[in-house]
């Protein structure tokens, strides 16, 4: 049995069930802790009322991932001087002997020094439970002081990085950690706005998360979105809408085959641990994912991306044009058509309303509207250069609009809109020209305009293919983690593991498709 934890603060309620656990002499038998009387639930939720108003400590409940059961308390207790107390308990005899403690123990000191930036912990443990200095010894901690019952033990944070990065160091940033989130991908040489927090804060899909695995002076990292999988204990991972994918702060082909295996190892056991069935994952066309990720296998060619080269100059650049776009590029501005950057409140709502209307006349699903709030996130963050564009006709009407974001030499255009009654004109044509032109004066080398629907060489690709015949691969990767639970969500939602349909993970189909 491999249980999934998490763990949370410790709150009023949970002494409806912590009480018992006081007045069960099992679960104290190596401390100190011996009630003279048993212990009522109104003297625990007194006791736990006063001491969750102190500051100097903190207590978590342990929980099982699978249906948020309380099992245990975690704490850090007498904080000061960057220093604290540990004190664990597993209170449900049902959960003793399975690798609880030792989960809960490592998620409580990443806590106490990646957060809290704590120096020490120590903590006082009886010489006969064995099992308990089994897991604190596995975790680093070393005898400091030893009596004829009890021995304290101690552990220094630069110890426990050390350690842990000599043997590899796997931690989760969540999307509270801002800070974390933003300082890990600054470290990453090839990175783009799809891997921010903020970016990843706006998605409503799930839960964000930033897989982190350090050996030595090597990170990699890859952002993902955990979801529930309906009326199952099992989770998926998927990414963000866009190109993602892992990210390092070496070039990906660079890194050794040991911290490869290892960074594979680290993964999958996460996996297994979280009850993962299934990560799904868009890659990036620039960054040479492919080959890492096929190390794990799953790794499917999707189609292709369209590239404009913005290292060549502008006159080179146009003569790749089709010949009808460049004669409807010049027609638009001989026409009085412009484009301007702008931000004004009313701006943005006019491109959430032209985007809005352009999804309803595609039929796009819900996950592709968005409200002012989302862009002006976007157009707002201090991490992400965004900008909004519009084309104006000669009496100054805005008709066509685009989000551009500019990361590590890449502009992209992210979300594109055109007011129906202008679609015959094509004024997005003009936009992909400026937009080629505000790209070179803010640095950028290529403008990714990006595949057709679903990557397939359509008439949307076609399209793009009238500015550049510059492609680069695209790939997503698809890998099971739990083949049996995969292959008995398919039998429950009736779906043919050998269906010809291009989705993924196919248990999901039936829920798309409504």
Known sequence: MNESIYLRPLVLDDATTSYKWRNNPDVWKYSLFNPKAPITMEQETAWLEEILMRSDQKR???????????????QLIDISDQQAEFHLFIGDPDYWGKGIGTKATKLILDYAFFTLNLNNIRLDVDRKNEAAIKIYRRHGFISIDSAERQMVMKIAREDYLTNKKLSGLTYLITIDQEVEWKNLVKKTINYDFYHSWTYHSLDSTGIPLLFVYEEGDDIIGIPLIKREIQDSEYYDLSSVYGYSGPISNKALHSLSSDFVCNFKRNFQEFLKDE???????????????SDLMKEFGGVVDNGKVVVLDLLITLEQQRKGYRENV???????RKKGYYVKETSTEDDINNFALIYKLNMLRVGASATYYFDYAYYKALLDSDEIDARLLFVYDKNDYPICGTIVVITNGIIQAHLIGTREEYLAVSPARLLTDEITIIGRLLGAKFFNLGGGLGFKEDSLFTWKTGFSHLTLNYSSWRYVANEKVYQSLLIKQEIEIDTEVDFFPLYRLQAIKA
């Open 60 to 74: 978590f409940a342990i929980c099982l991932t699978k249906n948020e059961k309380y099992i245990g308390n975690i």
């Open 275 to 289: 009850k993962i069935v299934t990560v799904f994952s868009r890659l990036h066309p620039f960054f040479g994912q």
């Open 326 to 332: 460049l004669r409807s590029v010049k027609q638009l």
